[in-house]
């Protein structure tokens, strides 16, 4: 089992920024893709973007491309989600997530991925 826990959520204003964090335990860290995804009250969970293991391969969703930046240091087991020029439609809970096998590549499907942490609460204010 992987442990995700979120953090650095909270309520801004639009245009304004945040950066999530996302600490793993119970694997190594270092062996997996890291997602992040988001849900909004009466909508499905939505790709945000993911990272590869050795941080050399990214993907963006289509809404958050050039404003939001993932990262990783895995000496830390840590990955971020640095959110800039927010919107008020950027509010949701945020997730990471992990598929369960190491080295794998994994996509934009919710499915693909096994471990979720608790979620963070973002509210962007117009």
């Known amino acids: 089992q992987m442990q995700l826990v979120e953090s650095g959520g909270g309520l801004v204003q639009a245009g304004g920024s945040l950066r999530l964090s996302c600490t793993a335990s119970?694997?190594?860290?270092?062996?997996?893709?890291m997602g992040w995804f988001r849900q909004a009250p009466g909508k499905e969970r939505e790709f945000v973007a993911n990272?590869?293991?050795?941080?050399?391969?990214?993907y963006y969703g289509d809404s958050v491309k050039g404003r939001f930046t993932i990262s990783r240091d895995n000496a830390k087991n840590t990955v971020y989600l640095q959110m800039n020029s927010l919107k008020p439609e950027d509010t949701a809970v945020y997730y990471c997530?992990?598929?369960?096998?190491?080295?794998?590549?994994?996509?934009?499907?919710?499915?693909?991925?096994?471990?979720w942490g608790q979620g963070t609460q973002v509210t962007v204010s117009s």
């Open positions: 119970g694997r190594t860290f270092s062996n997996y893709v």
């Open positions: 997530a992990a598929p369960r096998t190491p080295r794998v590549r994994v996509g934009v499907d919710s499915a693909e991925y096994d471990y």
């Open positions: 990272i590869r293991w050795s941080g050399g391969s990214i």
